[in-house]
Structure formats: C-alpha cells, structure tokens
C-alpha cells in the first residue's frame, strides 16, 4: 500500500485504507476500486492523497494507536470545541479518559514505531491535528521517561492546546490567502483564549493550561504570545511545540501539498536548537520510521525492495523484503534483508512515485 496523490489516481485502483470523516463517517471503504466518478468526489471533498493497494502489498502495517482510537479521539476534540461554540462546558473527563487510553496503547508496545500519515478532510484539519498532536507529545513524553501523571497533564494539555481558536472569528481561521496584520494578531491570541478557558477547570492541571498559553512560544524567544526563550518554556509546551509543528508539515493545506516524512523530519532537525528544542525534536525523532512500512527504496547493492518492518532501535535500517534489481530484472537472491544485521548494506534512496509505478506495471 502506499499514499498517491488524487491528481495521480486512476480508475481501476483499490483504495486500502478507510477514508472517514471526523464524525466518524466512511467516506469510502477499503477495498473499494476506484473509477472518475469517485475520483471527482474525492477531489472535492478537498482531499490531496489516499492510500491504495499496490502490487507490493501483502504487508501489514502497524501503527502505534489503533484505527478506533484515532478516530474516537477527533470525535472527542470536535465535540468539545462545538460544546464551547455553543456555550456549553467542556467535557474534561471524556478528555482524560480519551488520554489514558492513548497512553495504555502507547506504553503496552514500546517498539512501534509511527508509520502511517492520516488523511484528512480540510474542514477536520483542526481536530485530526490535536488528535495527532497528542499522540506525538506522549510518544515523546514516553521517551523523556514521564511518568504516568505527567503524561496526562501532557496529553490534556495536548489534545486542547488549540481549545482557543474557538473564539477566533471563522472567517480569520479558515480565510484561504494571506492574513493581514490585525488578522494575524487576533489569530495569535488563541494561545491567551486558550489558558483563559483551560484554567477555569479545577480537573485541568494549570501545566497542562501553560501548554494551550506557550505552544507557540520559541526556542529562541522570537514566538508569542510573551516572547519567553528556553527553559522559562514549561517542557510540556516545548514538547507540544515540535509535534504540532511536525504534524502540520505532514498535512495536506489547501496552498501545498504535505512534505514527505523525510523532508518534515530535516526541516525538523534544522530548526532544533534555533526555534525548537532540540532535545525535545530528537525524541519525537526517534519514534518515527524514516522509511515507513510500505516505502520502496534501492540498496546500495543496487537490489530494489519494501520496507516490510521497521528496527525502532535502528530506524534507519529497516526490514526490506528483495523485489527486483535495479533493471527491474530477476534476482539471485530472494526474501527479507535485516538491515540491522547485514551492516554493508544501507538504503541508497527512497524510489518516488514514478518509478515505484513503472516498476508496479512490470509486476502486473
Ligand atoms: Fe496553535
């Protein structure tokens, strides 16, 4: 399986994963095959890309929270922020109970690592993105050794780090081209709205309100709404700072299409120690697949292959299982290559989408 852009889909292909929308709604099913009539849909639906089925497949891809999870957790981050549009109290314990079953799923296999990028619906962008948001900022909570309390106040905090933007005027929020000053400025208030409206709860840790208050607060002092630089940044919003940043490379926006994991991951490490903190960006770092389940990527034995395993201890060797040599042609040896074990051998690139087409044809 692996993620296509909607301009690059044709009749005839097989979507592979479910594509839903934040109520939960199968928009459409995996296994569905594809002809224009879908296709159009899909685009105007706002949709950029979606996963189908490739010749290749047959691999089993893990993810680190389950599909339900997911998807519950967007439910609970739309409903909260129509409660507070329409004057009603947050639902905090729905929130906490939501958190904890993030945090059990994350703790009871440590050796996941993030595999799979969502795809969302413009309108659902905020809500997939908090729910992403907290799953990276307790993935790397996890990795700093927090323990079991301060992943909650982390994983509140995160899940309703945006909760401000509620009272940001919509036409501002979803206005498609560039803000102008007094925009912007109303914009970056949601950060103020947000510790407003977080410490009125007795059940919400004040830490987990300084995350809503400092998450676009910077590194280097150059963020908002105070300005504060280094460790005068509580580190939950440090933490949350960098996954929300790398999430939002990950998405599809309406003016660009989302960075590929790798490019996201550099742009990341560039900006650790100027904007982010380091220490924070390599943790998330060392829980993401560089090479996720499903890539094809070349050896440098010139072997084409799929990434059908990841090493969380060695994320840059992955499991590859042989296709084709770089001709596309038979090979001498056949099977799966633990890149952890043969230390010669390393991936030389990831194939693009043109050429992991080419080679799909030669295998269909
Ligand atoms: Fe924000």
């Known amino acids: 399986m692996r993620r296509i ?6 009749s005839g292909m097989i979507v592979a994963r479910t594509i839903t929308d934040s109520e939960g709604r199968i928009l459409l099913r995996s296994g569905v095959q594809l002809n224009e009539h879908y296709i159009d849909k899909l685009s105007a639906l706002g949709l950029q890309s ?5 010749a290749f497949d047959g691999v089993e891809v893990r993810d680190v929270i389950s599909e339900e999870t997911r998807q519950e957790t967007i439910k609970v981050v ?5 409660r507070l549009e329409n004057q009603h109290k947050l639902n905090i314990r729905l929130v906490q109970t939501m958190v904890d079953q993030i945090i059990d799923e994350l703790l009871s296999d440590l050796n996941v690592l993030v595999n799979l990028i969502d795809i969302r619906t413009f309108d659902d962008y905020t809500f997939a993105h908090s729910a992403n948001v907290a799953v990276l900022s307790i993935m790397t909570g996890i990795t700093l050794g927090y ?24 036409n501002i929020l979803h206005k498609p081209n560039d803000l ?3 925009e912007f400025n109303e914009v970056k208030r949601h950060t103020n709205y947000g510790f ?3 410490r009125q709860y007795p059940d919400v840790s004040l830490l987990s309100a300084h995350i809503a208050f ?7 002092g150059n963020g908002y709404p105070r300005g504060l630089a280094h460790h005068d940044i509580i580190p939950y919003a440090r933490i949350v700072a960098v996954c929300d940043v790398y999430d939002a490379l990950l998405a599809d926006r309406p003016y660009r299409i989302a960075y590929t994991v790798n490019q996201a991951l550099m742009i990341l490490k560039r900006m650790g120690g100027i904007y982010l903190d380091s220490q924070c960006v390599d943790a998330l770092i060392s829980n993401i697949a ?25 994320p840059t060797r992955p499991i590859i299982k042989l296709i084709c040599d770089c001709y596309g042609g038979k090979l001498q040896r056949t099977g799966e290559v633990d890149l952890s074990k043969y230390t010669t051998i390393t991936i030389a690139k990831s194939l693009s989408e043109e050429a992991t087409q080419r080679l799909e044809q030669q295998f269909n």
């Open 290 to 314: 560089v090479y996720p389940i499903g890539a094809v990527v070349q050896l440098n034995t010139g072997e084409i292959g799929i990434v059908v395993d990841v090493n969380k201890e060695a």
């Open 147 to 170: 323990n079991d309390l301060q992943l909650k106040e982390l994983g509140v905090g995160a899940i309703l780090h945006d909760i401000g933007k509620t009272r940001i005027d919509k």
């Open 214 to 220: 400092q998450h676009h607060e910077r590194w280097d």
């Open 196 to 198: 407003e409206i977080l």
């Open 78 to 82: 739309k409903d909260n922020f129509r």
């Open 50 to 54: 979606i996963y189908i089925r490739d």
């Open 180 to 182: 102008t000053k007094e």
């Open 5 to 10: 852009r909607i301009s690059e889909l044709n």
